[in-house]
T-cell receptor, first 113, second 114 residues
Framework: DAEITQSPRHKITETGRQVTLACHQT?????MFWYRQDLGHGLRLIHY???????NKGEVSDGYSVSRSNTEDLPLTLESAASSQTSVYFC????????????FGPGTRLTVL | AQSVTQLGSHVSVSEGALVLLRCNYS??????LFWYVQYPNQGLQLLLK??????LVKGINGFEAEFKKSETSFHLTKPSAHMSDAAEYFC????????????FGTGTRLQVTL
C-alpha cells in the first residue's frame, strides 16, 4: 500500500545545531508540504513543493529550508535550531489539484533545548 | 487572504448526543472546504470535503457537513457521538489558484463522556 513516512518520530537537539527531518511518500504525488503544529495555532505551512526541483515558502518559513531532488522525498532542514522551533512537524502530499486530498505522515516531535 | 475560524477549542458531548463542530471561512471566491481528524499521536486524515458539488457532504464514521454560502459556514455534525470520536478536528480551506495549498483552522478538541 502507498504511504507517507517521517523519520525520526522523535528528536531532541540543542540550540544552534542543524537538524534534518525526513519525509518519504510512495503515492507518486506531485505536491508535498511541511507543516508545524503548535497549541493554539493549528497547522501552519512551512514550505511546499509542486514537483522535482520546485520549492516554495509558506507562512512560517524563516529558519527552515527544503529541497526536492526526486518525487518521493522532501527533507526539511533547520539550519540552526532555536527553542521556538520546538514543535510537532507533519509532512503531507497530494496528487495535483486543490481538491485532491492531502495525505499526512505520522509526525515528528522535535524538542530544541 | 483566505482564513478559517473554528469556534470553540474544546467541545464536550455525552455519548449518543449530537456532535456539532463549527467552522466559518472568509472568501471572495468559491472555496474548497475540508474537515480532517487527528487521533492522539497520529497524523491527520480526511473526514470529508466540499468541492462545489452537493452542498451536503457525507464523510467517514457517520460525519457530515453542510456548505452554507450565505453564512460562510461549513459546520461538521454527527447525530450520535461515540467514544471513538474523541479526537481533534481541523477545518481547512483552499481555493482554485492557490494550487493545492490549504489554510487550516486552529482545531477543536472533541471530548466524549459516558
Amino acid at each position: 500500500d502507498a504511504e507517507i513516512t517521517q523519520s525520526p518520530r522523535h528528536k531532541i537537539t540543542e540550540t544552534g545545531r542543524q537538524v534534518t527531518l525526513a519525509c518519504h511518500q510512495t503515492w507518486n504525488h506531485n505536491n508535498m508540504f511541511w507543516y508545524r503544529q503548535d497549541l493554539g495555532h493549528g497547522l501552519r505551512l512551512i514550505h511546499y513543493s509542486y514537483g522535482v526541483h520546485d520549492t516554495n515558502k509558506g507562512e512560517v518559513s524563516d529558519g527552515y529550508s527544503v529541497s526536492r531532488s526526486n518525487t518521493e522525498d522532501l527533507p526539511l532542514t533547520l539550519e540552526s535550531a532555536a527553542s521556538s522551533q520546538t514543535s510537532v512537524y507533519f509532512c503531507a502530499s497530494s496528487y495535483d489539484h486543490t481538491t485532491d486530498t492531502q495525505y499526512f505522515g505520522p509526525g515528528t516531535r522535535l524538542t530544541v533545548l | 487572504a483566505q482564513s478559517v475560524t473554528q469556534l470553540g477549542s474544546h467541545v464536550s458531548v455525552s455519548e449518543g448526543a449530537l456532535v456539532l463542530l463549527r467552522c466559518n471561512y472568509s472568501s471572495s471566491v468559491p472555496p474548497y472546504l475540508f474537515w480532517y481528524v487527528q487521533y492522539p499521536n497520529q497524523g491527520l486524515q480526511l473526514l470529508l470535503k466540499y468541492t462545489s458539488a452537493a452542498t451536503l457532504v457525507k464523510g467517514i464514521n457517520g460525519f457530515e457537513a453542510e456548505f452554507k454560502k450565505s453564512e460562510t459556514s461549513f459546520h461538521l455534525t454527527k447525530p450520535s457521538a461515540h467514544m471513538s470520536d474523541a479526537a481533534e478536528y481541523f477545518c481547512a480551506v483552499g481555493y482554485t489558484g492557490t494550487a493545492s495549498k490549504l489554510t487550516f483552522g486552529t482545531g477543536t478538541r472533541l471530548q466524549v463522556t459516558l
